[in-house]
């Protein structure tokens, strides 16, 4: 699906509110998506970013893969759409 | 928690005025280390009632510990954009977070030639990988292609002068050229992305750095040039 949204940003956005998790680098983990399958890197998911918190999306099939609610205490990350995550 | 997911205290020591609507802009911030050419940081700005507000930026440049490096171009009606752009003074504090990214990386290491095409500011990440090639002595052939507007709108034009480095470097202007300029205006298309030794028979890694449309448009015209997808980096910004 080629959408084109000019206020979507890429998964590279994601670094900084993601880099608690850990990893080397949160944008180089390998994301399933668990509705079409498409496999690829952070990096390369259609990102929403706003204060409250951020939504990843699927470039394929829009799903929505993650998302990080920026909270007083901390940072929460669900992964409603992704069927695994791993290391590149 | 790793360092790269701190918040450090950061202190604005150079702010210089570079085009019409952009600064560059030096923050001393001690904890901060390691970063990589491409990679960014967020920055946190905090108003005296308590507001945040986080944007992310490229590090312009890398090598100096403790320091940080960025573009700021106005976005309009760009909240932080606006302040950085117009009220920002040296001796600000603000916050900052990184380096971060590993995925928009050019690796020292890396001796395979390299596409930039970069939109506007996205040249930030760019010139990055450029200056560290240029610091370390890498011979990877280098070629950047960097969409502008008018020649006004071009950043750190005598570094980019071609005639002073082996990198290749193709302006391409969208609305008005420089006089007797031989390319007419127009937005970027296949043939300003094809160039012998940066084809996708040679297997350059492409970085493409811009605006999402800038990008969606870029990355659409190298794979119908036929590069391997997975050799495409790209990285979208939004500013505001």
């Known amino acids: 699906m080629a959408t084109h949204d000019p206020a979507a940003l890429d998964g590279n956005a994601l670094a900084g509110q993601l880099a608690f998790l850990g990893s ?65 | 928690m790793s360092a790269s997911s701190q918040w450090h205290v950061a202190t604005v020591v150079d702010a210089p005025r570079i085009t019409r609507t ?30 945040q507000a986080v944007r992310s930026y490229s590090l312009t440049a890398v090598g100096a510990d403790e320091r940080v490096d960025v573009l700021v171009d106005r976005v309009p009606g760009g909240e932080v954009s606006t302040y950085l752009v117009d009220d920002l003074r040296v001796g600000d504090q603000m916050e ?14 890396d001796a395979g030639a390299v596409l930039l095409v970069a939109g506007g500011s996205g040249l930030a990440p760019l010139l990055a990988m450029l ?23 071009v950043f750190f034009p005598d570094e980019l002068d071609g005639g002073a480095s082996d990198v290749e470097v193709a302006l391409v202007f969208t609305r008005t050229t420089p006089a007797r300029w031989p390319r007419p205006a127009a937005r ?17 890694t492409v970085f493409v750095c811009g605006s999402t449309g800038f990008v969606e448009t870029v990355a659409g015209l ?17 500013g505001a």
Request: charged content about 20%; overall charge positive; aromatic content about 6%.
């Open chain 1, 24 to 88: 080397p680098d949160v944008t180089s983990l390998v994301l399933r998506c668990a509705t079409c399958g498409r496999t690829d890197v952070v990096a390369r998911v259609r990102a929403y970013v706003t204060a409250m918190g951020s939504v990843a999306r699927c470039v394929a099939c829009d799903a929505v893969l993650v998302v990080a609610v920026e909270q007083p205490g901390g940072t929460l990350v669900a992964m409603p759409g992704a069927s695994w995550v791993a290391r590149s």
């Open chain 2, 22 to 51: 952009a600064r560059a802009v030096t923050l001393s911030v001690p904890g901060f280390s390691g970063a990589l050419a491409g990679q960014h940081v967020d920055l946190r700005l905090t108003a005296a009632d308590g507001y």
């Open chain 2, 96 to 109: 900052v977070r990184g380096p971060l990214g590993g995925y928009f990386v050019w690796r020292p290491d």
């Open chain 2, 131 to 153: 200056r560290a090639r240029r610091k370390i002595g890498s011979t990877a052939p280098f070629r950047l292609v960097y969409s502008v507007r008018t020649p006004d709108d």
């Open chain 2, 188 to 204: 970027l298309g296949k043939d300003d992305l094809v160039a012998p030794g940066f084809d996708a028979a040679d297997g350059p």
């Open chain 2, 222 to 238: 190298v794979t119908e040039l036929g590069h391997d997808p997975a050799r495409v980096r790209t990285e979208r910004f939004g």
